[in-house]
T-cell receptor
Framework: KAGVTQTPRYLIKTRGQQVTLSCSPI?????VSWYQQTPGQGLQFLFE???????NKGNFPGRFSGRQFSNSRSEMNVSTLELGDSALYLC???????????????FGAGSRLTVL | AQKVTQAQTEISVVEKEDVTLDCVYE???????LFWYKQPPSGELVFLIR??????QNEISGRYSWNFQKSTSSFNFTITASQVVDSAVYFC?????????????FGTGTQLKVEL
């Protein structure tokens, strides 16, 4: 059974550019969550998508956005990149249903973004 | 607001020693989940355990054991007879059972180094 796949694994951008990260969840998992990990702020929740709808959102500026497709694959986009956006972006998937709370998240290996 | 505190930033032990990682949490929710995740150098967060606030029974799984004490808002994790392969960053996390979706609040992590 394939795990959570994130692409690209590494990327370098310059300030002002935008970036799109992709996440393919485990087959059958309908919920996809995104987290940002930095040395200073640690692991912070960005947003969660379920059935193509954003179900939860963390405390990040509007430059951070995401979407989910009908096959549950998800993308997140960061526009007008800043130096502080350099981080490991982790995607996680879970079975999750509308009525339940937190399910066990399976994480991908992450996309490491460096902003110069 | 939810908060998870892992006061131990880094712990170094010699192989075969027992080690306990501390986790203290704060939440206003009456029902919640607690988690432990492990992050090896590869970067992928690996799920270890999930407990709900209804169940204060301690749990043992092989060399791992967890001590959940609601009275002190703690969920500590013990590795018995540590091995070099246990070296990783360990995260404690918290989420409400209802309404929180997959929005986990993570602690800052404890870096465990197991040396020969």
């Amino acid at each position: 059974k394939a795990g959570v796949t994130q692409t690209p694994r590494y990327l370098i951008k310059t300030r002002g550019q935008q970036v799109t990260l992709s996440c393919s969840p485990i087959s059958g998992h309908r919920s996809v969550s995104w987290y940002q990990q930095t040395p200073g702020q640690g692991l912070q929740f960005l947003f969660e998508y379920f059935s193509e709808t954003q179900r939860n959102k963390g405390n990040f500026p509007g430059r951070f956005s995401g979407r989910q497709f009908s096959n549950s694959r998800s993308e997140m986009n960061v526009s007008t990149l800043e130096l502080g956006d350099s981080a490991l972006y982790l995607c996680a998937s879970s079975l999750a249903d509308l009525a339940s709370g937190a399910n066990v998240l399976t994480f991908g290996a992450g996309s490491r973004l460096t902003v110069l | 607001a939810q908060k998870v505190t892992q006061a131990q930033t880094e712990i170094s032990v010699v192989e075969k020693e027992d080690v306990t990682l501390d986790c203290v949490y704060e939440t206003r929710d009456t029902t919640y989940y607690l988690f432990w995740y492990k992050q090896p150098p590869s970067g992928e967060l690996v799920f270890l355990i999930r407990r709900n606030s209804f169940d204060e029974q301690n749990e043992i799984s092989g060399r791992y054991s967890w001590n959940f004490q609601k009275s002190t808002s703690s969920f500590n994790f013990t590795i018995t007879a540590s091995q070099v392969v246990d070296s990783a960053v360990y995260f404690c996390a918290l989420s409400p059972i209802t309404g929180g979706g997959n929005k986990l609040t993570f602690g800052t992590g404890t870096q465990l180094k197991v040396e020969l």
